[in-house]
């Protein structure tokens, strides 16, 4: 590197934001450069489908930090700036209006794009995919009791809509392609419990359905499904899922398989180029050094803390099992280590009392817990995940042992 390198970061999001500050924390001197597409400053996601939604937190409540911040750490940042092109040769990066930008250092945090309803009338006005607070801004207006909104997927960003919609007096149906919700994401147990809570506040479900078109000339009207139903709408919000943003990196040439393809240090295979966060999959160490790509604030928090060691020549630090979490009306999900490939289930407590954990065993080993209402459950999992510690399911299912004397005992 030369004596006052360059650390050019693209995408402004969790991921990026995270990087920038934590080189300058650790000391580094050169210069950093953060470059995003978005207007607003690096901003959280996740209360895109919860509070902010709800009116009850605002823009300012969701940046990290304002602008001002980031030029007293003498962080460069560069909003509604789009980064065309990378000549990884010539280490430089080609801004929309043909500014070219030279970097010692590039870290790709691109994040992740919506996918795209595949069906005539996708782009009514009225239509809305849901990744941005523009894309929030946009659909708010439309928040109005009475109003009558489908929900296309019934993953965790679908059901929050759903959640808020409820709160907001709104009609709310939620269509989803597979025969439950959340079917990706977690067990039939917990998927049933959401959908009853769901089903409780009023909100109705098209399950195993499709969509063949949405309705309208200027402005969604409805929604049609292959079996001929129709939903009637005045907004609909599309939550199928996102791919990795990795077209830059495609056109550059490195190597893509579900995300840029990174080593456990989040370095692609051209040394000066780093991934990370949803557009980047990794080797675990949790799981078997298998490929991983995660999408969620811890990751992206992980590979900013793997990439800022990385360039300032410090060890890697120690990374924690995967979690997330998901609020939906009064219930708050939290989930500790991945659960596919899981061959039992254990239920602590009664889903009745809407607070319960279910773990994950593979081989009689534990693997994940997904964890409603019930912090002490989801912290003690993380902790034995950590430690790469399984009680037994009989102990775990014991709820006169508190969660505490089974992580201490733990063996
Ligand atoms: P992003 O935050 O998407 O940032 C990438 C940025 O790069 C974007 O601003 C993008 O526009 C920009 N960009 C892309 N290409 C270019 C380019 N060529 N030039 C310039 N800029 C570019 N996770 C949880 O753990 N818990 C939750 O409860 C949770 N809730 C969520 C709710 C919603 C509605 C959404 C959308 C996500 C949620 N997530 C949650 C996921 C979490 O927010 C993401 O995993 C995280 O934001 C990923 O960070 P990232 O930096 O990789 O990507």
Not at 72 to 100: F, H, K, N, P, Y
Not at 160 to 167: C, F, S
Request: neutral net charge; aromatic residues 6%.
């Amino acid at each position: 590197m030369s004596s006052d390198p360059h650390i050019l970061i693209i995408g402004a999001g969790q991921a990026g934001a995270e990087t920038a500050w934590r080189l300058r924390g650790g000391g580094f001197v050169g210069k950093v450069t953060l470059v995003g597409d978005e207007p607003l400053e690096p901003y959280q996601r996740p209360p895109l489908s919860k509070a902010f939604l709800a009116g009850k937190v605002s823009r300012a409540d969701l940046v990290f930090r304002g602008a001002d911040a980031y030029a007293q750490m003498q962080i460069r940042l560069l909003s509604e700036t789009r980064v065309e092109d990378i000549d990884r040769s010539a280490r430089i990066a080609r801004l929309l209006g043909d500014e070219a930008l030279r970097y010692d250092v590039l870290v790709l945090a691109t994040g992740a794009r919506p996918r795209r309803l595949p069906v005539v009338g996708a782009d009514l006005p009225g239509v809305h995919m849901f990744r941005t607070a523009a894309d929030v801004d946009a659909i708010r207006p439309s928040f109005r009791p009475g109003a009558k909104l489908v929900v296309i997927g019934a993953g965790y960003i679908g059901l929050e809509v759903a959640a808020v919609a409820r709160q907001c007096g709104l009609d709310v149906t939620v269509v989803e392609a597979a025969a439950r919700p959340l079917a990706r994401v977690t067990s039939p147990e917990i998927a049933s419990f959401f959908l009853s809570e769901h089903s409780a506040k009023g909100v109705r479900f098209a399950l195993g359905a499709q969509v063949a078109s949405i309705r309208g000339h200027e402005h969604a009207t409805g929604v049609t499904l292959t079996d001929g139903a129709e939903l009637p709408a005045d907004v609909v919000i599309a939550g199928v899922g996102v791919t990795p943003e990795v077209s830059l990196a495609q056109r550059c040439g490195l190597t893509i398989d579900d995300g840029i393809v990174t080593d456990a240090n989040c370095r692609t295979e051209d040394p000066s180029v780093f991934a990370i966060g949803d557009c980047a999959s990794r080797p675990m160490r949790h799981y078997d050094n298998r490929m991983v790509r995660l999408e969620s604030v811890h990751n992206a928090i992980e590979g900013a803390k793997l990439v800022a060691a990385s360039i300032l020549g410090q060890n890697p630090p120690v990374l924690e099992a995967p979690w997330f979490w998901s609020d939906q009306y009064d219930l708050k999900l939290q989930i500790a280590g991945l659960f596919q490939g899981y061959d039992r289930v254990v239920l602590r407590g009664d889903p009745r009392d809407r607070a319960f954990a279910v773990f994950y065993f593979k081989q009689e080993r534990m693997i994940a817990v997904d964890a409603v209402n019930k912090p002490g459950e989801f912290l003690g999992a993380k902790a034995l995940l950590q430690k790469g510690l399984s009680p037994s399911p009989e102990v775990l299912a014991d709820m006169t042992k508190p969660m505490k004397e089974i992580v201490a005992t733990a063996g």
